[in-house]
């Protein structure tokens, strides 16, 4: 299940990487507008803080102090900045998952979740999970604000 779980979050962060990359314009993924609450460059630091914390602290031991209040600051960092938090969690990820035996699933994870003790099975659907639903919110502002339409026709590039 590991093997499994690790692909799925490799993938997934792949696509976060290539989210961030297709901003044309910097300072539109750390826009909010009408009702959006959070914009893409903080939901990009929400995620690489939350998979620091879930899987590189608490499962991989790697020392990281998460900070959740800096993860919804308003401010700009370059995207340079926000992909190499990206690439640096995959190999976090990557090397977690690979050093962990499957009968750890079922263990309880070392932090409750919700005020709840969870297996480290759960935590980390738990996290799949959540990775995909802000990377569904950051495409989609991506298409809403940083020029989606290119000229009125639809760029094969942003379809992907």
């Known amino acids: 299940m590991f093997e499994e779980l690790k692909k799925i979050l490799l993938r997934d962060l792949n696509k976060l990487r290539s989210e961030i990359e297709l901003y044309r314009d910097e300072e539109k993924m750390w826009q909010i507008e009408k009702r959006i609450s959070n914009s893409a460059g903080t939901l990009c630091v929400h995620l690489t803080g939350s998979l620091n914390h879930f899987i590189g602290a608490q499962l991989g031991h790697t020392g990281y102090i998460r900070n959740r209040e800096f993860e919804f600051l308003p401010g700009i960092l370059p995207k340079a900045v926000l992909i190499k938090g990206i690439e640096d969690v995959m190999e976090m990820v990557s090397h977690t998952l690979e050093n962990m035996k499957e009968s750890q699933l079922k263990e309880v994870f070392p932090q409750l979740l919700f005020d709840e003790k969870v297996t480290t099975?759960?935590?980390?659907?738990?996290?799949?999970?959540?990775?995909?639903?802000?990377?569904?919110?950051?495409?989609?502002?991506?298409?809403?604000?940083?020029?989606?339409?290119?000229?009125?026709?639809?760029?094969?590039?942003e379809n992907t």
Not at 130 to 148: A, K, P, S, V
Request: no cysteine; charged share 20%.
């Open 121 to 157: 099975g759960y935590l980390l659907t738990h996290v799949v999970s959540h990775l995909n639903y802000h990377l569904g919110q950051i495409n989609y502002h991506r298409r809403l604000l940083d020029n989606f339409y290119d000229h009125g026709k639809e760029s094969n590039e």
